[in-house]
């Protein structure tokens, strides 16, 4: 999606980046290269953060610089610069094929990529009204001062924390087939409110998600933070007042701000094709849906959908290109419950015969090599599905659980354990004020097979992160994960606050 008032950075745009491309591209055809891709990348970056509505930190990155990647009969080659000249490309397409040749004593399984399709010279960018980096710094650290202020204003909060973290990241790719120049905004702001008692201290904080979006998510478009704000600091008191869970075994309804985030370790990482295959270990583990289950595994319940995809309007994986050239598509990952689809890269597509890339591969900076990564992966409400309310209703006994906090899984993406940030009791269809303490724990598919109903469209929101690790080296990435409310039944319910649990 393309907003016509958008156009490319200038200061981006004017760079020499095609003469770059051409004697990048030249010089690795004329080194032995039989493939040669070429970016050119700026990443903008700015942090703000304050305490007690007092700054703390404002600091601004700028990553520019530019990368090659060849294969040489069979073998990755790879070399970047930061001297965005052409006699610097020329020289990193060089050393490329170098590495490669270099690697190729090394490498036991030729690589090969999965046709696609040309799509010729092709500009793209993310859906947003207002560049948060045409606004002024004082700007954004009054916004947070104010709102921070209406925090400590209330007698149960004792310290507020704000921080607003944004990127806009400009790349330039082409393999000769395909020449993408690409925009991409995102912003994260959070804040939070803290409360001190003789007990100790809790705190709570926004459910606001990170978005694709720009400045005008913050003033307006998108999420009402004022909303929010104000009844922060009450639900903060209710939640020090409110009685520890008894563990055991209850119904659960689920908040899509805290189920993105199941949704990304149990599901996200799991359908990564290059963890499933064993090609990803170190970094966070393999996964349990091996390919031998495709098509075969009951992951969840019949009312499950879960999609891959790089075209969701504000989402923080939202692409038209990927770092290979492919185009941004939606795909199934989970039909009817059953998994169906892969998150797959070019090598990885053609490794496992599944056909055509679907657009995963991603670089976080030009130092460093596109590794495949995740998409937008998410649970697909039901169509004229119910309300949250409804959902409620559906419950004698159970908890309703809203916000992301801490979690855990294992390695291979299948016993986990998550918390949250609000818990509400559920007696007889009804909300009977908070619990606190609460941690659901599960394996991956007693879990989704445990969902007896998702909501409608109406109870979906998009959340997300924007540092998913990956690799090694070490490299993050920004992604989305789309929810409705839903409804689980029988989930394992623990105590957190106490050191021995039984159901």
Known sequence: MTEASNVIDPEFAQLPLRNLADAALSAARQAGAQHADFRAERVRGQRVRLSDAQLQALSDADDAGLAVRVIVDGTWGFASAVDLTPQAAAEAARKAVEVARVAAAMNTERI???????????????????????????????????????????????????????????????????????????????????????????????????????????????????????????????????????????????????????????????????????????????????????????????????????????????????????????????RDGVLVGYQLDRRMAHLSGLGRSNGCAFADSPGHMPLQRMANVSLQPATAGPGTPDLIAGVEDGIFILGDKSWSIDMQRYNFQFTGQRFYRIRNGQLAGQLKDVAYQATTTDFWNSMEAVGGPQTYVLGGAFNCGKGQPGQVAPVSHGAPAALFRGVRVLNVAQEGTSE
């Open 112 to 334: 090969e990529l999965a046709p696609e399709p040309g799509h010729g010279d092709v500009s793209w960018v993310s859906a947003y009204a207002v560049d948060p980096f045409a606004v002024s710094s004082k700007e954004k650290v009054d916004l947070l001062a104010d709102w921070s202020q209406g925090l400590l204003a209330h007698s149960a909060v004792a310290h507020a924390e704000a921080s607003l973290y944004q990127v806009k990241e400009c790349k330039f790719y082409t393999d000769g087939a395909t020449t993408a120049t690409q925009q991409r905004v995102r912003l994260y702001p959070q804040l939070t409110a803290i409360a001190v008692t003789e007990a100790g201290f809790d705190d709570m904080r926004t459910l606001a998600p990170p978005v694709g979006r720009g400045w005008e998510y913050l003033t307006g478009t998108g999420w009402d933070f004022p909303g929010e704000l104000a009844r922060l600091p009450e639900l903060l008191a209710e939640k020090l007042a409110a009685p520890s869970v008894e563990a055991g075994r209850y119904d659960l309804v689920i908040d899509p701000s805290n189920l993105w985030l199941t949704i990304h370790e149990s599901i996200g990482h799991a359908t990564e094709l290059d963890r499933a295959l064993g090609y990803e270990a170190a970094y966070a583990g393999t996964s349990f849906a091996t390919p031998d289950k495709l098509n075969s595994l009951q992951y969840g319940s019949a009312v499950m959908r879960v999609t891959g995809d790089r075209t969701a309007a504000h989402g923080l994986a939202t692409v038209g290109y990927d770092d290979e050239g492919v185009a941004g598509q939606s795909w199934d990952l989970i």
